[in-house]
């Protein structure tokens, strides 16, 4: 290294795609490597939580209210690291729903006031920087990106 000159590594980036059959019993599996992928890259624990968080909460709500029980395609995750971001793919075969437009929750009302559901929804908008939805050739596709810090 030249005198006075600061040499930057160069940003650390993996990617990891991952298929799984829309059934609960299948999703622990799937956010399993998840978490050893965050390990891998580097993920702080605090962020990996999150991203586990995240995909746990989409995958369940693909499987219990999006695709029937019987659909043989699968749900794809594609996970792709480049320091700081992280893109977080999610590709089903379910009837089109975008995340984006479920309205927040009351959350000034109380537990027994509020309208069931999209708390979880609302958990994800808080956890990411971005979510994007399209609908492409039979398959709802959301794409979300999280800026990560690195483990201490």
Do not use: C
């Not at 699968?74 to 089109?96: A, F, K, T, W």
């Amino acid at each position: 290294m030249a005198e006075g000159r600061i040499e930057s590594p160069e940003p650390l980036s993996g990617r990891l795609r991952l298929e799984m059959a829309p059934r609960l019993l299948e999703l622990g599996k799937l956010l399993g490597r998840v978490d050893a992928f965050g390990v891998e890259m580097g993920f702080s624990p605090e962020d990996a939580y999150r991203v586990v968080l995240v995909l746990d909460e989409l995958i369940t709500n693909i499987i219990v209210h999006g695709v029937e029980a019987s659909e043989v395609r699968h749900i794809v995750v594609d996970l792709h690291y480049r320091q700081p971001d992280l893109e977080m793919e999610i590709s089903d075969p379910g009837r089109p729903f975008d995340p984006r437009a479920v309205s927040p929750p009351d959350t000034d009302k109380g537990i027994a006031e509020r309208k069931i559901g999209g708390l979880g929804i609302h958990v994800v908008r808080t956890l990411v920087d971005s979510i994007d939805y399209r609908y492409d050739a039979g398959r709802n596709v959301v794409t979300l990106v999280k800026r990560l810090s690195r483990a201490g």
